[in-house]
């Protein structure tokens, strides 16, 4: 997988630069997007002898139109764009990805155009994509790549991102995974495993088996390690998988439960909380020197910590005031100061990537709130309200949090259930995510092909 | 007696259906079994020996021990004190009505609220660890204030 990123990231090179750096069309993400862009992706056109290759290699009728579905639906879920449905698409996908007649695209209201072809070149998959501005009538991005066939969904994914990017000024979040914990069995024994999946719920495969407890696993900034919690033999502590490799180690060598685990920006580190008697704090662990220190020293609960994306910070929960409340202390431990003042108590604050904003789960008067302040603790803003949800990771461009909800079971303790849901910064486009099983404590990787 | 009961019972019942519309529902929970928010029935509550209850609740957030608590310690430290060679686990627990890291370190403390209880009735703390389960392990899993008081707990289990 190493070596294939590597290769995959030589190889994508840019043939043409749009002329111009601005675009007719833009889309404003700021705020939730009542009226999406209609935009029509035509499936990539493909030659019969490369169709017939990737058929036998991947067992796809027509990886073309399997590519244009991947970018389609990736665009649709971000309640920016509206794919317009092929039926009502006039021209054929190798004559428009020459030059679309944009009269036709024109007519059934298309803005824009995302046009491509693929072929089967030295056993690879090669493809470029064309986006078109239907109303000024120009390219404003063609872009080609080659890479091994079995990457067709990430190719997908890329052109997605390149497309996000060019209409919305902003990185995409396309090419990216989900680690989360996969849940099975009845509340009081629930079997957990570590799961992984691509961003549209791709390619979902377990990373552990469910013989011990596992919660709260998180990428590293290069998404190919994860720190989580681990019970094996009964032992919480903090551990580390490399996804690559499937190998694992425990994190430091603690008298105690170790727990909340997360990676400092420059993946050196990891925080966490050790738990002893009746006390948890926050410490870090140098992954090179195995350097343990001390960062929170108090007699309260200090933990679910994050850092800032410069690492000069570090936000975390406490309930010190009496409940839990969020504080900001220098990375070192010093200056800590309170920021959540609202009504409720505040817990899992998140550090944006962009790192103006912190997300939080609320709790007040029974229900729960997954929201967003600024790092200050200024401009609250709940996002959304339910029975209960927590734990919010942000996309790689901040502009998404996913985070998990459970449902209120009945008097006799049945319809129990968890599952992954995404909401945009704005407070719109709430989604579902589907997985296999039930699904918890999600974390989002960064953009894979950066 | 046994007619009377079921008479009273089921004139309860009926009194409850009047009462609330949406009788089927709802689960009043029963007087006697919470005290404020701390659970006091025992329902769930098995024995390391006969009279000593293996588990102590808790109000919401807190680790404080209630007098109930103490006493079920009380109880707990005579029964180890008598077989000496018994070790045991504490299992600290919360509701599910909370964060999960924050409950995880919410378990510990209860754990050793009833561990510190039980050293300074002479257990040894080499005989007591102590393991925080959060919210991962209820034992209702109903989601209502009873059900909440129940998985508030702190249970002393036999290692050996």
Known sequence: MGNMKKFFILSLLIFIIPLKSFSLIEVDITRGNLNPLPLAVSPLSIDDNSRKNFKRILDKENIGIAISLIVENNLKTTGLFNPLNKDAFLQAPDIANLKPRFEDWNLIKAQALITGKVDYVDEKLRVEFRLWDVLAAKEMMALAFTTVPNNWRR????IS????ERLTGEKGYFDTRIIYVAEEGPKTKRIKKLAIMDQDGANNKFL??????VLTPRFNPTSQMVTYLSYFRNLPRV???????????VVGDFPGMTFAPRFSPDGKKIIMSFAKDGNSDIYTMDLENRIVEKITNHPSIDTSPSYSPDGKFICF?????GYQ????MNSDGSKVKRISFGNGIYGTPVWSPRGDLIAFTKLHKGKFYIGVMRTDGSGERLLTENFYQEAPSWSPNGRVLIFYRETKTDADGKGFSAKLWSIDLTGYNERKIKTPTDGSDPSWSSLLSN | MKLNKILKNSLLVVLACLALTACATKKVSQPGQMQGDVY??????????SGVPDRVFFATNE??????SRETLRKQAAWLRKNSDITVVLEGHADERGTREYNLALGERRANAAKDYLMTYGISSDRISVLSYGKERPVDSGSNPLAWSKNRRAVTVKAN
Request: net charge negative; no cysteine; charged share 20%.
């Open chain 2, 40 to 49: 006091t029935g025992t329902d769930t509550v098995e024995y390391l020996a």
């Open chain 1, 208 to 213: 552990t088996l469910g013989n011990e407890l």
């Open chain 1, 239 to 249: 551990y580390l998988l490399d996804i690559e490799t499937g190998m694992q180690e």
């Open chain 1, 317 to 321: 929960n406490s309930d010190r005031s």
């Open chain 1, 161 to 164: 991102d390149k497309v996000y």
């Open chain 1, 325 to 328: 409340q969020i504080y900001v």
């Open chain 2, 63 to 68: 680790s404080v021990l209630t007098t109930a």
């Open chain 1, 155 to 158: 190719v997908g994914h890329i």
